[in-house]
């Protein structure tokens, strides 16, 4: 009898008749109502007195070498942690593709990327080299030429005391000339388990690496030094050269074992290639594998291949890239640690960053969290003691951009209309002169948040959501950036018929509009999810702006991270003030880190003969967020969040989940909530604190009503002991209401 979590969001495993016991970790197809799913062994049980009612196990993915138990243990434990039934988080973790072939296509596709990543050649597994000898026997010569080649001792070889034969690999072309049907054996042998794929040749690394300056060498240092568990905070400013010391430090581990893996976790899809491109250079002979959402699925398969056969010693990838099976897992390393996209915000809502922590503790490896801007609950656990803290104040090369504030309440061209003021006119003026670029970032996309009627107030809302439209003004369009409802422009108002329908406020395309009309000269483009909304498109547009093509760039958070642009020596953002008052306690360290990270584009190169510039348009030029931002002082910013978060008993200081429910019908969604407070009460009996179901910051989407409940306590084995037993009365109330928990919420 196997118990098997299926690829399906049922809570706890089901049990499955097997003719033979199956290793815990093996990925099986399993029937689940009138389908066959997927779905991994946990364990292997005696026969129960009713196995004869148990339905029996469809097919063995036998080709896949089963899934370690320290996966196993990571996805138990974030499945519990976060509240998740642990077949939605096997889900997460396996590819798409995996999950919906049989085990014939998954062995056809497993063997055929192996041999592309061994160059067709193939080693002996330590099965192999117990199993073939007895397999093979004395009947075979010319079997026993291609075992011998492979380094099995012939049955008639002189053995020698303490000599055991060397480990060698064997290609398709020479199995030939040892045999007449070599590859077909190989194929055969790599079947029952006794080949693998033998890992390519260690190419040299570059003769001529870097030169690090002395924060730089310091942080390697520190990092060469480390044995076993331990999270060290690698604080450096933007361009001081992270990189570097992620590619020593994966250097340090790779050299110290021949097969050790390296796990390096971006936030964004745009940035992967060119951190790609930054390990390939370095290590032309590591078989490198990529994870995230943008590959195709079979694509994802053969890079998650890899890693999980242990021949990528290198796995770069976004979120979902914590959860790929990493047998020689060693190193841990994450890039922007503070970023929310770490958080996923569906299904099994897990922090990457919090789970490559827990894993490096898990496996006694070293863990690397790097930003300029660290989390608040980061530097709360430098601060405290329990993470190292590495610090690198100065740039690598360039200098550090000198912040400005420009007050926008008696701007006479931003009180005209304009998107832009005198004082940042004239800088751009000067920098287009110089044939230096410029970069203006605004965190809103299309060309206005809203059209409006001024005759009667009338303003283009979405039928489906408590959102406006947002008007886009290239196709004409009236857009919904949350449903994705899409209507065309009215032609008049559809309230009183005024013809005078306004654009109020504005997006990118807007104010590419605008620097056009003010800057006929300039070559102005715009990156944001609507010129790269299909594949290639943000690549090639970042490829224009290092080739210089580009002037002026106009864009979203997208051109604000990681993006090391050499001739960009002005960076300015237009009113990022909403930040400032936003009902989300960690809006304005959101808002910090984003205009720390668009700063850090500008004076990468010492090219500029103006210097490097910041320049913010804002109406509180006096507020200690910028303040702060412009002493660069994370620090001091840090300290005075933590000190208002510890006032109000907010994370860190506290540990909270979230209950978020949806329905169709609000009646019967507020029928619910109300029943689920109730539940919490009576639950938690003081500790922890239920608040009051209110609606969500956007409380309908697509159609759908949406509440929460928010949970508070200030012992985090309290609030999970809680959470436990709340989310299984939860699953006794019935009325087809959506509910889920969300552990440790990053988004209200």
Not at 305 to 312: I, P, R, S, V, Y
Request: with cysteine; charged share 20%.
């Amino acid at each position: 009898m196997a118990r098997v979590a299926v690829d399906a969001p049922i809570w706890g495993e089901l049990d499955y008749a097997s003719e033979s016991t199956l290793a815990p970790g093996s990925v099986v197809r399993v029937p689940l109502g009138r389908h066959v799913v997927c779905g991994v062994v946990l364990a292997a049980e005696p026969p129960a007195h009713d196995a004869r009612e148990l339905r029996p196990v469809a097919q063995v993915c036998d080709a896949l070498p089963p899934l370690g138990p320290d996966w196993l243990d990571l996805l138990r434990f974030a499945a519990g942690y976060y509240q998740r039934p642990l077949g939605e988080l096997m889900a997460a973790a396996l590819p798409g593709w995996l999950r919906e072939h049989d085990a014939d296509a998954v062995r056809r596709r497993w063997l055929a990327a192996a041999e592309r990543r061994a160059g067709l050649r193939w080693e002996l597994t330590e099965r192999g080299r117990q199993e073939l000898p007895l397999r093979l026997g004395r009947r075979s010569a010319a079997l026993w030429r291609l075992a011998s080649a492979l380094g099995l001792a012939a049955p008639d070889a002189e053995p020698v005391p303490g000599n055991t034969p060397a480990p060698t690999s064997l290609d398709e072309s020479g199995a030939r000339r040892l045999h007449p049907r070599g590859a077909a054996v190989l194929r055969e042998w790599l079947e029952q388990g006794w080949l693998r794929a033998a890992p390519p040749p260690c190419a040299p690394l570059p003769a001529a690496l870097p030169a690090l300056h002395e924060e730089q060498h310091q942080a390697v240092q520190a990092l060469e030094g480390q044995r076993g568990f331990g999270v060290q905070v690698l604080f450096g400013v933007t361009g001081s050269g992270k990189t570097e010391v992620y590619l020593r430090a994966a250097q340090q581990v790779l050299e110290r074992d021949e097969h050790a893996q390296v796990l390096v976790l971006t936030p964004e899809i745009n940035l992967t290639p060119q951190l790609l491109r930054r390990f390939s250079e370095r290590f032309p002979g590591q078989a490198l594998a990529v994870l995230h959402s943008g590959l195709a699925e079979a694509e994802r398969f053969d890079h998650w291949a890899a890693a999980h056969a242990g021949d990528a010693r290198i796995v770069l990838g976004t979120r979902l890239a914590v959860l790929a099976s990493l047998p020689h897992l060693a190193l841990l390393i994450v890039d922007e640690e503070h970023d929310a996209s770490y958080k996923q915000q569906e299904g099994a809502r897990y922090s990457a960053r919090d789970l490559a922590v827990w894993r490096a503790r898990q496996r006694d490896v070293p863990v690397l969290l790097g930003s300029a801007t660290p989390s608040l609950e980061t530097w709360h656990a430098v601060r405290s003691g329990r993470y190292g803290l590495l610090t690198m104040a100065r740039r690598a090369s360039g200098a550090l951009p000198q912040v400005r504030l420009l007050p926008s309440g008696h701007d006479p061209l931003l009180r005209a209309g304009g998107p832009i003021g005198q004082a940042l006119f004239d800088a751009i003026t000067q920098r287009l002169q110089q044939r230096e670029q410029c970069l203006l970032f605004l965190n809103r996309r299309g060309y206005a948040p809203v059209l409006s009627c001024p005759d009667c107030g009338w303003m283009s809302e979405c039928p489906h959501c408590d959102a406006h439209l947002v008007y886009h003004r290239t196709d004409g369009s009236l857009r919904c950036h949350h449903c994705g409802h899409r209507q065309a422009v009215p032609r008049a108002c559809p309230d009183c018929g005024g013809l005078d329908l306004q654009p109020v406020g504005r997006g990118t395309q807007r104010v590419q509009e605008a620097l056009a009309a003010l800057f006929p000269q300039a070559r102005i483009a715009r990156i944001d999810a609507d010129t790269a909304s299909r594949k290639g498109q943000a690549e090639a547009g970042f490829a224009q702006v290092h080739a210089g093509e580009v002037d002026i760039l106009v864009g979203t958070q997208m051109i604000t991270k990681g993006h090391d642009f050499q001739r960009v020596s002005l960076v300015a953002a237009l009113n990022p003030d909403a930040g400032l008052f936003s009902h989300d306690p960690r809006a304005p360290e959101r808002l910090f880190a984003q205009l720390v990270q668009a700063a850090g584009r500008a004076g990468r190169a010492d090219a500029s003969t103006l210097g490097a510039e910041m320049l913010v348009q804002t109406a509180y030029p006096e507020h200690p967020l910028y303040q702060a931002l412009q002493r660069g002082d994370y620090a001091g910013f840090a300290e005075r969040e933590l000190a208002e978060r510890k006032r109000a008993g907010m994370p860190p200081f506290s540990f909270q989940a979230l209950l978020r429910a949806e329905h169709a019908k609000e009646p019967r969604l507020l029928e619910f909530v109300e029943q689920a407070g109730e539940l919490a009460a009576q639950l938690a009996d003081g500790e922890p604190r239920a608040y009051p179901p209110v609606p969500s910051s956007l409380a309908r989407v697509a159609g759908v009503h949406r509440q929460q409940i928010l949970v508070e306590s200030s012992r985090r084995g309290a609030l999970h002991a809680f959470l436990a037993r709340w989310r299984a009365a939860l699953q006794e109330l019935r009325g087809g209401v959506r509910w889920a928990i969300d552990v440790d919420p990053t988004e209200f």
